[in-house]
């Protein structure tokens, strides 16, 4: 373990290539987690006082512009760039940098889904999920099927009946501050209500290819974070286009 932490190993890239997702221990070192800490709470302390506009939270999401400070910066951590290239490739772009909470405001399930349906790109996207506090089935953390990711983009958003398919294994993710669930944008998740009121902040960096221009407004630009551009064609999600009613 180095100052800045340790890369995913072989085996773990491994993992994540067949069972969509992975669980990596101790990635991060625990000073840098204390600060992201930190950090969120003067951010969970700034939206409640309405001191952190135009950021607002909504139900479990952090929305309506870049996070501040060193949460903001958590995408280009160089633990978490070097175990994006290792499953990505040399070039690597940032799709999104958000927050996830549960705690006194909301505490509610998620229903089975995969992430890629509702966003825009390629959908091959790379999510590492950097969880603050403890993120266990006590505090509401996220379900995982393993193998789910190799049925790609189902291509529409709902409820993933899992009875329909083929049983696969499910991942009860048990993760603490220095831990990273990397996770395809794929695979098949959800999320029961928390047991304990608790605070469960959780960041959700998801990574692509360079060649995907796509970007989702959080940060609101395209952001490249390792070799080079593969695009000059750049769209900002739910740009340029009026849905249909």
Not at 88 to 96: E, I, S, T
Request: some cysteine; overall charge negative.
């Amino acid at each position: 373990m180095t100052a800045s932490g340790r890369t995913i190993t072989d085996a773990e890239v491994a993992a994540y290539h067949d069972k969509g997702v992975v669980v990596c221990r101790n990635l991060i070192p625990a000073e840098t987690m204390a600060a992201w800490r930190s950090a969120w709470l003067k951010l969970k302390d700034d939206l409640a006082a309405g001191r952190a506009a135009p950021l607002v939270r909504t139900a479990r999401f952090v929305l309506g512009a870049d996070l501040p400070g060193p949460i903001g910066a958590i995408y280009a951590h160089p633990t978490l760039v070097d175990s994006a290239k290792r499953i990505l490739g040399p070039d690597v772009a940032l799709y999104m940098n958000r927050m996830l909470v549960k705690d006194e405001h909301w505490d509610g399930d998620v229903t089975p889904h995969q992430d890629c349906v509702y966003f825009h790109g390629m959908a091959e996207k790379l999510t590492a999920f950097v969880p603050l506090e403890e993120f266990t089935k006590r505090t509401g953390a996220v379900n995982f099927i393993e193998g789910s990711h190799k049925f790609g983009n189902l291509g529409i958003r709902g409820t993933i009946r899992y009875d329909d398919w083929p049983a696969m294994p499910e991942l009860e993710t048990e993760a603490y501050p220095g831990d990273v669930i990397f996770a395809s944008f794929t695979v098949w998740h959800h999320s029961q209500k928390s047991e304990v009121i608790t605070d469960r902040p959780l960041v959700q960096v998801t990574y692509q290819s360079a060649a995907d221009g796509t970007y989702y407004g959080q940060p609101d630009r395209p952001v490249l974070v390792a070799g080079v551009w593969r695009t000059q064609h750049f769209s900002k999600f739910q740009s340029g286009v009026t849905p249909d009613a």
